[in-house]
């Protein structure tokens, strides 16, 4: 069974860092596209991060310049490490592997959620 194990959720001031780590187990990590989601109270979930298979990220512009994924196919593990957190950044995180297979079938997998909390 597969099992995405995320790590590193808390509570920061504003200004403050966090990194999330979510170690997967069971599946060919290195081929999978990795994301960090995140769902605020009242909203709906939202793409913060993802990183192919080769490497290439994108972001959500909230988060361009404060925010960092990377991976480590050694580990199978991807981490997020958020920089200069604000309130608005307080939700919660899961972490997300895809793959999309060339007939078109897609894997896709869920961690659980880990609580980001930014206030003073």
């Known amino acids: 069974q597969v099992q995405l194990v995320v790590s590193g959720g808390g509570s920061v001031q504003p200004g403050g860092s966090l990194r999330l780590s979510c170690a997967a187990s069971?599946?060919?990590?290195?081929?999978?596209?990795m994301g960090w989601y995140r769902q605020a109270p009242g909203k709906q979930r939202e793409l913060v991060a993802a990183?192919?298979?080769?490497?290439?990220?994108n972001y959500t512009d909230s988060v361009k310049g404060r925010f960092t994924i990377s991976r480590d196919n050694a580990k199978n593990t991807v981490y997020l490490q958020m920089n200069r957190l604000g309130p608005e950044d307080t939700a919660v995180y899961y972490c997300?592997?895809?793959?999309?297979?060339?007939?078109?079938?897609?894997?896709?997998?869920w961690g659980q959620g880990t609580q980001v909390t930014v206030s003073s």
């Open positions: 990183i192919t298979s080769g490497s290439n990220t």
């Open positions: 997300n592997a895809n793959f999309v297979g060339v007939l078109g079938h897609m894997w896709n997998y």
């Open positions: 069971r599946i060919n990590f290195s081929i999978y596209t």
